[in-house]
């Protein structure tokens, strides 16, 4: 069970133990001594205890677009007719 005060929402917990875990599992040395042998578990007490750092980062700013979308057809390109007439059935 989560700590109703450790994170803002359980989403988040379960994010931040995540990467943890991958770190764990990809070698990097427990922050902490308990007796679990599974990454996740390692990673949740570690979440719990205050002992993994993390942040969100900025967010992305609004990029603009600078091109304009170009004509969209329905037409179809020669040799697409004999594929498509290949994909009918009692062709």
């Known amino acids: 069970m989560i700590a109703s005060g450790s994170f803002?929402?359980?989403f988040e917990f379960?994010?931040?133990a995540?990467?943890?875990a991958k770190q764990l599992q990809r070698g990097a040395r427990p922050r902490i001594e308990?007796?679990?042998l599974k990454p996740v578990t390692i990673a949740q007490q570690e979440v719990l205890g205050g002992l993994v750092e993390y942040s969100y980062g900025a967010f992305?700013?609004?990029v603009q677009a600078e091109t304009e979308v170009g004509e969209v057809t329905t037409?179809?390109?020669p040799g697409d007719e004999a594929r498509v007439g290949a994909l009918?059935?009692?062709r």
Do not use: C, H, L
Request: net charge negative.
């Open 88 to 90: 009918e059935p009692g």
């Open 75 to 77: 037409e179809a390109f």
């Open 8 to 10: 803002g929402n359980k």
């Open 60 to 62: 992305p700013e609004e």
């Open 18 to 20: 995540a990467e943890r």
């Open 14 to 16: 379960i994010s931040v």
């Open 34 to 36: 308990t007796n679990a």
